[in-house]
C-alpha cells in the first residue's frame, strides 16, 4: 500500500510540482459543500446558498495570489468588495435584456483591460467576470439582491480565513533568489578582474596621474616643444 502511496504522490509531483493546484482543490473541497449546505440546510436560502458556493469556488479556487500573507489578505478583501459591486450591477441591469448585454460588453472589456495594468488584476479576470456573469445572466427581483449579497459576503468571510490558516501557500519571491545568485556571481567577477595584473588590474596612482608622479615631466615635454 506504501508504494502504491508513493507512486501517487509521485505522479501528483510531477503534475503539479508546488501543490498549487492539490492546495486550492483542497481549500474549496472542504469549504464550498459546508457553505452550501449551511444556507440550505441551516438558513433554508437556496439563493443564499447559490452564492456562497459560487462565491467561495471563485475565490478560493480561481484565484491563488502571492507575496506575504497581509498582501494576499489584502489582495482577497479586494476581491470580496469587488464580488458585491459587480453582484449588484448584474443584477440591476439583468432587468432589460439591452442593458444587461451591454453592461456585460463594458464590463468584460474593463476587467479584461485591466488585467494588463495589474498582474493581480489579470490573476483575478475570471472570478470577477464570474461576479458579474452570474446575476446578470438570471433576472430575478430586486428584492433577492440582500441575499445574494448575504451569500457573497459569507463566502468572503470564510476565504479570508481559509487562505491564511488551510494549507496557506508557503511565502516565496520568485525573483529574490536568482537576483542575489547575479549578485553574488558579478560580485566574483570584479574580485577576479582587480585580482588581475595588467590592464584588467587594479591601476596604480602613478600610471592613471604620470604629471603628478614626475613633476618635471610637463617641463621637459616643453623644451622639446620649444
Known sequence: MSGRAARWVTWLRDRDPDLAATRRAARTALVMPALFALCTEVLRSPTMAGYAAFGSFSMLLLVDYSGPMVERLRAQAAL???????????TLAAGQLWLAVLGTVVVGFAVLFAGVVSSV?????????????LPVSAPVPLSQLPERLAGAGLAAAVALPAVALLWPRPVA??????????????ASY??????????????????RFPAAADPT???????RGG
Do not use: K, N
Not at 533568489?177 to 558579478?186: E, G, N
Not at 615631466?217 to 623644451?223: N, Y
Open 190 to 207: 570584479l574580485r577576479a578582474r582587480a585580482s588581475l595584473p595588467g590592464p584588467d588590474g587594479p591601476v596604480s596612482a602613478a600610471d
Open 121 to 133: 488584476l489579470a490573476g483575478s479576470a475570471t472570478a470577477l467576470l464570474l461576479a458579474f456573469v
Open 80 to 90: 470580496a468588495v469587488a464580488w458585491l459591486v459587480l453582484i449588484c450591477a448584474g
Open 173 to 186: 519571491d520568485p525573483l529574490s533568489a536568482p537576483a542575489a545568485a547575479v549578485c553574488r556571481a558579478a
Open 217 to 223: 615631466a610637463g617641463s621637459r615635454a616643453d623644451q
